[in-house]
C-alpha cells in the first residue's frame, strides 16, 4: 500500500512577388530608329514588302529566392542554481529599456513566487534575495533597491516580479518536475509597461521548494486574479507589453499582505493580523491571500468565530473561480483524516467541512470531489487510495448537508494531476495530496 500523504496542509507571408513584363523590338529595327543608312534600292514590281517582326515579351523572371529564416535560438543551458539565477538577473538589469540620462532608478521587489502554484517558497525567497545582493554590487549607480511597501509602490517605482517553475525534461509544467524555468520581468509603474526580461533555467540540485510559513499553512489554493496577474505580467511577455492590469489593479493592497506575511512568519500574528485587515479595506485587497492571511492569524490567536467565517470566504473564493484544493491530510495508507503532529496543532477539519457544505448547498450547480496522491507507490493502488478518500469527504459533507448526496460526484485521479511534482511526499508537494472541488454542470 502506498505510503504518500493524501491532500495535506508562467511572419513572414511570402508576398507575392510582380513579374515584369518587358516589350522589345527587333535587334535591327531597334538600330533603324537610332541612326540614318543610305537609301536601298526600289524592290521590284512583284516583291512583296517583309512583314514587321511582331513583339516579343520576355520570360517571367522567376522570383528571388525567399531568404531562409532566421534559425531559432538555442534553448538557454540548464545551470546551477545560483548561476541560473544571476544569469537572468543580469539579463534583467543589464538590458533595460530606460531613458538615456535618467539617472538611478528605485526598484521594488515583489516577492517571487512559484509561477504555478503563486506559493512562495524558500527557493523563491532566496532568488530574491540574490538579485537584491546583485544589484547592490554591480547595478548601484542605475538602480536602488527600496522596500516593498505601500508607500514606496505609490511613488511608480520600477517593480520587480518573477516566478520560479519546476518543468519536466522538455520543460512542460506536466509530469515530474526536473529543472525549474526562472522568469524575471521589470516593470514601470509610471509608464505601465514592462522594461526588461529575464530567462533561466536552473538544475535542481540544491533547491529548497519548502513553502514559507504563510502558505505551509494555508488551507487551501484556488485561483485568484491578483496572483494570475502577477504571473502574466511575467510570463509569455516581452519588453514593450503593458504590465498585466489584474496586476497593475492590486499591486496597493500586494504590498501591505507582503508585509503581513512576513509578520506572520515572525510569529507576530496580532500585527498580521491588523495589516490584513487593512489589506481588506484597501482596493484591490478582496483576494484569496487577504482571506487566508484572516483565517490563519484569526485560528492562531483562537479567534475560532472570525477564523470560520474567514475560510467561508476562502471557499467562496474556490468555488466561484469552480476550483478549490483543500490541503486534508490523511492516515498514511488509510482514508482516515489525520493531523501531524510535525506540522502543527490539530487542523479543524469538521469546520472545513462545515464550511465547505454551507458555501456548496447555496449553488444551483454540482460538485465533484476529486482525490489526488503523489507519485509514491504503485499507481493503481495511488489511483484507488485517492478514490477512497475523495469518498471519505463526500460522505461527511452530505453528513452537514443531505441535500448534497445528489449533487456530488467522487473520483480519484492518483497522481495524474500534480501542481509541484518534485516527488518528494513532504511539506513541499503537499498540493499534490489534496482534494478538490469542482463545480460542475449537474
Known sequence: MTTNHASSAGRTRPSGSRTLWTLAWATGLLMACAAPVPEAPAPAPSAAPAPAAPPVAEAPRAAPPAAPAPAPAPPPPTLPFDEAVLAAANQLLGKAQLPPGSGRHNILVDPLIDGFTGVQTAASQAMGAKIVKLVR??????????????????????????????????????????AYRICLALADLKTGKLVSKGLAFAKPDGVDPAPLPFYRDAPAQADDPATSGYIRTCQGTRAGDPIHPLYVDRIVASATLAEAADAYAARQYPQALKLYEAAQRTPGGDQLRTYTGLYLTNWRLNHKEEAAKAFGRIVDTGLTSKRLGVKFLFRPGTSALWSDPKVGPPLPYP???????????????????????????????????????AESLKKEIERWQPTLSKRMIANGVGSKEPLIGNGRDDASDALDRRVEFKVVTC
Open 137 to 178: 554590487d554591480q547595478y548601484a549607480q542605475q538602480y536602488e533597491v527600496q522596500p516593498f511597501t505601500t508607500a514606496n509602490v505609490q511613488r511608480g517605482p520600477l517593480i520587480l516580479v518573477g516566478t520560479f517553475t519546476g518543468v519536466n525534461a522538455e520543460r512542460k509544467t506536466e509530469g515530474k518536475r526536473e
Open 351 to 389: 469546520m472545513w467541512i462545515q464550511q465547505i457544505a454551507a458555501a456548496s448547498s447555496v449553488r444551483n450547480s454540482c460538485l465533484e470531489v476529486v482525490g489526488h496522491s503523489s507519485p509514491t507507490g504503485p499507481e493503481p493502488v495511488n489511483e484507488r487510495l485517492s478514490l477512497l478518500r
